[in-house]
């Protein structure tokens, strides 16, 4: 059974090498969509991201939605 309105804010982290990281600022309190996106984030880790503007570790806030 899938939920409608759920959402996580995570603040994703660029560093100045192009490595992928993140932390949970908020999460859904559904365990299946929250493990759902850890498991995506955790994926991402693997993937070579362009190296920011400058050289600068780049962080955002980033809201994960579930549609239904």
């Not at 990281?21 to 365990?31: A, I, K, M």
């Not at 498991?39 to 239904?68: C, H, R």
């Amino acid at each position: 059974v899938r939920e409608d309105n759920l959402k996580a804010v995570v603040l994703v982290i660029i560093d100045s090498s192009g490595r992928f990281d993140y932390r949970f600022v908020t999460y859904s309190l559904n365990q299946n969509f929250d493990s759902s996106l850890k498991a995506f984030l955790d994926e991402q880790k693997n993937l070579n991201y362009p190296k920011p503007i400058k050289n600068k570790t780049f962080q955002i806030n980033v809201d994960f939605k579930s549609e239904g």
